[in-house]
């Protein structure tokens, strides 16, 4: 069991340094099976992967801006989303003079575009599917029905042009009719 634990570690490790050459980044991590959420990695090798110095990783946490996961014991544990923030924190704060409350709006950005891109993943039409309004206003998926379907090849229509208004005279409307 312990064997198998060290071995995952050691895995996430060569995840982790795999974001910090820029190899691969979180959406691909999360795609071929890795935690990203889970909390692996101790101060001193979290530190040792990025290049940060420790008292700056402990820094981050007092403040809120990167806030690792607690053992039982007390101790911080970084996880691979973790770690790329932090990768970023550097490179937005060292090379463009970003403050941290920047960073921090930044990094928070980042995180809701990431999770906005995976709902639209989730999303794609996938050819049996339709978008519909919930009562709150969300996008909700629905499963599209074989009569609707017929209903909307075999519907013969008629059209019909109406007038769109004075100002654009020229233009018209169709309206489908059934």
Known sequence: MARMAQQKRRLYEMCAMAIVERRAD??????VGFDIELPILSVSRAAEITGVH???LRQYDRIGLVVPKR??????RYSLRDVDHLLQAQRL????GINLSGVMRILDLEEQN????????QLKY???SVFTADAAGG?????????ARHWRHRDDTDRRALPAGEESAS???VLWRR
Not at 71 to 76: D, I, L, S, V, Y
């Open 171 to 173: 233009k018209s409307v």
């Open 54 to 56: 420790p008292q700056t």
């Open 71 to 76: 053992t039982e014991g007390g101790a911080r």
């Open 114 to 121: 990431r999770e906005l891109r995976r709902e639209l993943d």
């Open 126 to 128: 996938d050819g049996i």
């Open 26 to 31: 979180l959406d691909g991590a999360a795609r």
């Open 139 to 147: 996008i909700t998926q629905t499963r599209r029905s074989r009569r």
């Open 93 to 96: 704060s060292q090379d463009d």
